[in-house]
């Protein structure tokens, strides 16, 4: 693959580096198809050695298997401590109940009903096995 790297995308690419960097950063990428947008956000997630994550779509995905996808993203990020880029393109936009997810993770950081008591019992059980091993 070659890329051609030029000083307006390296500004960008910085920007974009520099939020994947930060603890629980997060950002939204805005403008029209084809600038480069998913080319720049999965070199910056390479730089920061995080792995890139994108929900795959299928003819029958819904808002189930939407949150289903969202509850591993966040056992992958808390329990195995793994640093996930998540991509999220207005394309795969099925249901509103996908914007407003994806706006209160960018608000707030979290979706508050997103895990039942038991799932946050397990996580917790799950991340006290996590500090005993070390």
Known sequence: MNLLLFD?????????????????????????GGNGRTSISRLAAYV?????QKIELHKSYGVIEWRE???????????????IAFSFSDKEIRDEVFVE????????GEL????????IDEINYEVAQQFKKK
């Open 8 to 32: 307006y995308m390296l500004s960008h690419l910085s920007r974009v580096a520099r939020v994947i960097n930060k603890p629980q950063g997060h950002g939204l990428l805005v403008g029209l």
């Open 48 to 52: 920061n050695d995080c792995s890139t």
């Open 69 to 83: 996808d969202l509850r591993t993203l966040y056992k992958s990020l808390g329990i195995d401590n793994k640093k």
């Open 101 to 108: 997810d994806i706006n209160s993770i960018l608000n707030v």
């Open 112 to 119: 508050t009903s997103l895990f039942n008591t038991e799932d």
